[in-house]
């Protein structure tokens, strides 16, 4: 699950409210074991994705760097690239 969690930072365009929830979500699906949890746990579970995703949001609003912003784009297909070598299938 938590290969799905992707670095955020420092990307042009900046990371979006979206993409910081689904690293939180995964994040909490994979501390917590659940996929979807029980209705039982299920408040639980949401609140610690808002938690998180409230947290992580901080985190991306206060670091800083002298580093220039990646491009989505190139950080896409060199993923690619290497999960083409990784599982031995073509680039598409």
Do not use: H, W
């Amino acid at each position: 699950m938590c290969r799905n969690i992707k670095p955020l930072f420092n990307y042009e365009p900046a990371v979006t409210e979206d993409e910081i929830r689904a690293a939180s979500l995964q994040f909490v699906r994979k501390i917590s074991g659940f996929t979807e949890p029980s209705k039982a746990n299920e408040a639980a579970f949401e609140q610690a994705v808002r938690d998180v995703t409230i947290v992580a949001q901080q985190l991306m609003n206060s670091l800083v760097t002298n580093a220039e912003p990646r491009n989505r784009e190139v950080e896409a297909q060199r993923a690619r690239e290497r999960n083409a070598i990784r599982f031995g299938t073509k680039e598409s």
